[in-house]
């Protein structure tokens, strides 16, 4: 396979005749530009990036490949490359057909030396503010995949955002830690289409779902007679995976046999199936997942210490729900929302009744378990909870103490709850649940809650 193109390299110059190649070369050699001079275009489409700064200028007449040609395999991959021809014969319905085709530029020989290198500049200036319009477009649009995926305004999911945000663009492994259901399959799939990966093939497998005798088949492929059964070549998830991201979810399952066979792929970036002698070299990416603390594994002798140290080195933790008390109302609106949609129905309306009784509920299913109420909701079912460790349904009415502390209890999520929602002031808020402003305020005050949030300034600072 071709190497790339070195990204330092501003311009790229096909010519077939030497003499002149070199006497270009010079030119822009001498301009203080960094040049790669080439005497044929074959291969160099596959050679460069989509991102690759520069811009080529190419002979048109050539034995092989000619310039318009590789005007087509280039703009086939990227149409805003900038790509000048030159030819000596001065034809002229040439010209007009390389421009029609997306040429930059158009030179005849015999041409000025500045004109060549004024050509170049203004082409260079254009790929520059190309590719910070792309990048700013790519930037955005990685925000607004972040915050239509992983929803929610606490500090947490916040820092969250940002971590994925910064650790996506690496090459690095990651370890995602997190309770069942508080979405780390969700948070893999941010990082792989965040990253330059993004085209390649995203596998995901849950470990702790393989059954110990074909574990090793599926990861790491076999062989024909490689055991009994099996009578072709398999390719395993790791191999299918090459060029993009596998995602090990519940990796803590794992046997301590593949453990190590796992460790040496980490290490080395290859893969032998099993029953064969080959070793497949690997480009992928992997995202391992747990719900257990692995460092206390590791000290137990249940997980092996050198695979945890090579898979901590860019740990993301998925805080659970009840850590996230902000973002329950938000994420129940959006998945309460999607269900309609998906079932074509009318969105239900959440009393401030039942808002508190979301806001009160400890989560122990996380998001998931979050979804799966907000769905039962939109399709009008009732909202109830399971807060018990027996499995009995709560409604929201039983709350430990006498009846004062269940009535502050109650006063105090019934105003959490609507503080939630969007106010513009200390008079909605108070028609909305029915008290006199000055009472409002009070009860604010008794209960510690107040407006100091993004979308809320202070009581004192509203009529």
């Given at each position: 396979m071709?190497?790339?193109?070195d990204?330092?390299?501003?311009?790229?110059?096909?010519?077939?005749?030497?003499?002149?190649?070199?006497?270009l070369?010079q030119?822009?050699?001498?301009?203080?530009?960094?040049?790669?001079?080439?005497?044929?275009?074959?291969?160099?489409?596959?050679r460069?990036?989509?991102?690759?700064?520069?811009?080529?200028?190419?002979?048109?007449?050539?034995?092989?490949?000619?310039?318009?040609?590789?005007?087509?395999?280039?703009?086939?991959?990227?149409?805003?490359?900038?790509?000048?021809?030159?030819?000596?014969?001065?034809?002229v319905?040439?010209?007009?057909?390389?421009?029609?085709?997306g040429?930059?530029?158009?030179?005849?020989?015999?041409?000025?030396?500045?004109?060549l290198?004024?050509?170049?500049?203004?082409?260079?200036?254009?790929r520059?503010l190309?590719?910070?319009?792309?990048?700013l477009r790519?930037?955005?649009?990685?925000?607004?995949?972040?915050?239509?995926r992983?929803?929610?305004?606490?500090a947490?999911?916040?820092?969250?955002r940002?971590q994925?945000?910064?650790?996506?663009?690496?090459?690095?492994?990651?370890?995602?830690?997190?309770?069942?259901?508080?979405?780390k399959?969700?948070?893999?799939?941010?990082?792989?289409?965040?990253?330059?990966r993004?085209?390649g093939?995203?596998?995901?497998?849950?470990?702790?779902?393989?059954a110990?005798?074909?574990?090793?088949?599926?990861?790491f492929?076999?062989?024909?007679?490689?055991?009994?059964?099996?009578q072709?070549?398999r390719?395993?998830?790791?191999?299918?995976?090459?060029?993009?991201?596998?995602?090990?979810?519940e990796?803590?399952?794992?046997?301590l046999?593949?453990q190590?066979?796992?460790?040496?792929?980490?290490?080395?970036?290859?893969?032998?199936?099993?029953g064969?002698?080959?070793?497949?070299?690997?480009?992928?990416?992997?995202?391992?997942a747990?719900?257990?603390?692995?460092?206390?594994?590791?000290?137990q002798?249940?997980?092996?210490?050198?695979l945890?140290?090579?898979?901590?080195?860019?740990?993301?933790?998925?805080?659970?729900?009840r850590?996230r008390?902000?973002?329950?109302l938000?994420?129940?609106?959006?998945f309460?929302?999607?269900?309609?949609?998906?079932?074509?129905?009318?969105p239900?309306?959440?009393?401030?009744?039942q808002?508190?009784?979301?806001?009160?509920?400890?989560?122990?299913?996380n998001?998931?378990?979050?979804?799966?109420?907000?769905?039962?909701?939109?399709?009008g079912?009732?909202?109830?909870?399971?807060?018990?460790?027996?499995?009995k349904?709560s409604t929201?009415?039983?709350?430990?103490?006498?009846l004062?502390?269940?009535v502050?209890?109650?006063?105090?999520?019934?105003?959490?709850?609507?503080?939630?929602?969007?106010?513009?002031?200390?008079?909605?808020?108070?028609?909305?649940?029915?008290?006199?402003?000055?009472?409002?305020?009070d009860?604010l005050r008794?209960?510690?809650?107040?407006f100091?949030?993004?979308?809320h300034?202070?009581?004192?600072?509203?009529?």
């Open positions: 071709s190497q790339p193109i990204p330092r390299v501003q311009v790229i110059l096909i010519d077939d005749d030497p003499h002149l190649r070199q006497a070369f030119t822009l050699d001498l301009a203080g530009l960094n040049v790669l001079p080439l005497a044929e275009a074959n291969g160099l489409a596959e460069i990036g989509r991102d690759w700064p520069g811009v080529v200028v190419s002979d048109i007449r050539m034995p092989g490949m000619d310039g318009l040609e590789l005007l087509a395999q280039l703009h086939g991959q990227d149409p805003e490359l900038p790509v000048l021809l030159i030819t000596g014969h001065g034809d319905p040439l010209a007009v057909q390389a421009m029609r085709s040429a930059y530029d158009f030179l005849e020989k015999p041409f000025a030396s500045d004109a290198l004024d050509s170049v500049r203004r082409a260079l200036a254009l520059a190309v590719l910070d319009n792309r990048s790519l930037a955005l649009s990685d925000r607004q995949l972040l915050s239509s992983l929803v929610g305004v606490s947490a999911m916040l820092r969250l940002e994925i945000g910064a650790l996506a663009a690496t090459k690095a492994d990651v370890l995602i830690l997190g309770e069942t259901g508080s979405g399959e969700v948070v893999a799939r941010a990082l792989h289409d965040l990253s330059s993004r085209n093939p995203f596998v995901a497998i849950n470990a702790g779902a393989l110990e005798s074909v574990v090793e088949s599926e990861l492929g076999h062989e024909p007679g490689a055991f009994t059964g099996a072709k070549r390719i395993g998830k790791f191999e299918f995976a090459n060029g993009g991201t596998l995602f090990l979810d990796i803590e399952s794992m046997s046999d593949v190590v066979k796992l460790l040496r792929m980490l290490q080395e970036r290859v893969v032998e199936r099993l064969g002698n080959q070793l497949i070299p690997l480009d992928i990416r992997v995202i391992a747990t719900k257990e603390d692995l460092r206390q594994s590791a000290d002798g249940r997980f092996r210490a050198d945890y140290y090579r898979l901590n080195v860019a740990p993301l933790r998925i805080a659970p729900l850590e008390g902000e973002d329950v938000m994420l129940f609106d959006y309460a929302g999607e269900a309609s949609v998906r079932h074509d129905l009318t239900n309306v959440l009393q401030p009744a808002r508190a009784l979301l806001l009160r509920h400890n989560w122990p299913g998001v998931r378990e979050l979804q799966n109420v907000a769905e039962r909701f939109a399709l079912l009732e909202l109830a909870l399971d807060d018990s460790a027996d499995g349904e929201g009415h039983e709350v430990s103490g006498g004062s502390e269940q502050e209890h109650f006063e105090k999520s019934l105003i959490a709850a609507e503080l939630e929602r969007s106010h513009s002031s200390m008079r909605s808020l108070a028609e909305a649940l029915g008290v006199p402003r000055k009472t409002l305020h009860k008794k209960h510690g809650l107040n100091d949030s993004a979308s300034p202070h009581p004192d600072e509203l009529d």
